[in-house]
C-alpha cells in the first residue's frame, strides 16, 4: 500500500520510513525509525527529506508519538491535533440508538467506491487502496443507510492478537457510537484498540466498552488543509500510523 526508504551507512540499514500517497493532492508519512546507534547524526532529517521528496504539491499528514513533534516541526510541519490510543478487553457495549431514518447494513467488498467516497468526505483524501486493503481483511464492516444515501462506515479487522475498528466516518457521534457498539458486540472479551481524536466526542464513552487510553500522539501538517466539500466526520483512525 506504501512505499519504504531506508538510510544506509556503510551498506548497513541503520533507518527506515514509510510514506503513503492518496490520490493527487495528499500523502501520509510516518513510521521513521533510526537506530539508536545512530541517532542525533542527522540521519533521520535526511530519512524525512527522502520520504517528502516530490511531496511539495501535496499536504503531508504525520503522527508523532511523544515529544518527538519538535522533530518534524523543523522541517515544515504544524501541529493540527492530537489522537488518542484505547485498548482494553471489550465488554458487552450498551445498546445504541441510531439517528432517525438511519439504519445498519452489512457492508463488503461491492461498496468500495461508496466507502472511498465517504473517507474522502471525512479525511479531504482519496484513500482508495486502503480502503480496498481494509476491505480485504476486514471481519466486519457496516454502513449507516439512510433514504438521502449512506451516510457513514466501520470497518472491524484483526489486529495482533485482537481487533480493531476504523475507520468510522459518520455525520455524528450518535451513529458513530452505534457503529462501534455493534461491531465491538462481535468481538466481546477479546483485545480490541482504537485511535481516535483527543477531545472529542467519543472518550468519556469508550471507557463503558472496557478500553482505556494507553497513548498519545500528534498530528501534524505540511501544507494547506484538507478541507473536502459536504464533509462526513472521522471518529476513529484507519490505522495509527497511516491516519
Ligand atoms: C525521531 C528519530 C527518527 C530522529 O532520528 P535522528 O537521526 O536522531 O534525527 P536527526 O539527527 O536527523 O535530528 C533532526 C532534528 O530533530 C531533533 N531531534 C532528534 N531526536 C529528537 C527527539 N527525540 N526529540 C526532539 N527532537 C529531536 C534533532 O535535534 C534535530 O534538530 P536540529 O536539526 O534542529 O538540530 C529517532 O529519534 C527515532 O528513531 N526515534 C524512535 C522512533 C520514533 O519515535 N519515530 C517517530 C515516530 S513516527
Redesign the pocket.
Same mark, same amino acid.
Request: hydrophobic fraction near 50%; glycine fraction near 22%; avoid cysteine.
Given at each position: 500500500m506504501g512505499e519504504g526508504r531506508v538510510a544506509e551507512v556503510d551498506g548497513t540499514v541503520v %533507518?527506515v520510513g514509510m510514506r503513503w500517497l492518496w490520490g493527487e493532492r495528499a500523502a501520509t508519512v510516518?513510521?521513521?525509525?533510526?537506530k539508536p546507534d545512530?541517532?542525533?547524526?542527522?540521519? %533521520?532529517?535526511k530519512l524525512l527529506e527522502a520520504l517528502c521528496a516530490g511531496l511539495d504539491r501535496r499536504t503531508v499528514l504525520?503522527h508523532?508519538?511523544?515529544?518527538?513533534h519538535?522533530?518534524y516541526g523543523?522541517m515544515g510541519f504544524e501541529r493540527i491535533g492530537e489522537i488518542r490510543q484505547y485498548e482494553g478487553k471489550a465488554v458487552q457495549p450498551p445498546l445504541m440508538a441510531l439517528p432517525e431514518n438511519s439504519r445498519l447494513r452489512p457492508g463488503g467488498r461491492n461498496d468500495m467506491q461508496l466507502l472511498v467516497g465517504m473517507d474522502e468526505r471525512a479525511g479531504g483524501a482519496v484513500r482508495e487502496r486502503l480502503i480496498q486493503t481494509w476491505l480485504r481483511h476486514a471481519t466486519a464492516t457496516v454502513v449507516l443507510d439512510h433514504p438521502d444515501g449512506p451516510r457513514g462506515f466501520a470497518i472491524l479487522r484483526r489486529f495482533g492478537r485482537g481487533a480493531t475498528i476504523g475507520p468510522v466516518v459518520a455525520p455524528c457521534p450518535m451513529a458513530a457510537k452505534a457503529m462501534i457498539a455493534h461491531l465491538a458486540g462481535l468481538v466481546t472479551g477479546r483485545a480490541l484498540r482504537l485511535d481516535v481524536q483527543a477531545h472529542g466526542e467519543l472518550e468519556d464513552w469508550l471507557p463503558g466498552l472496557g478500553l482505556a487510553s494507553v497513548a498519545d500522539a500528534t498530528v501534524l501538517r505540511r501544507g494547506t488543509a484538507l478541507s473536502p466539500a459536504n464533509p462526513l466526520l472521522s471518529f476513529a483512525l484507519a490505522d495509527k500510523a497511516i491516519g
Open positions: %533507518g510516518g513510521l521513521v525509525v533510526v545512530f541517532r542525533e547524526r542527522g540521519i %533521520g532529517r504525520l508523532a508519538a511523544g515529544t518527538i519538535r522533530f523543523s
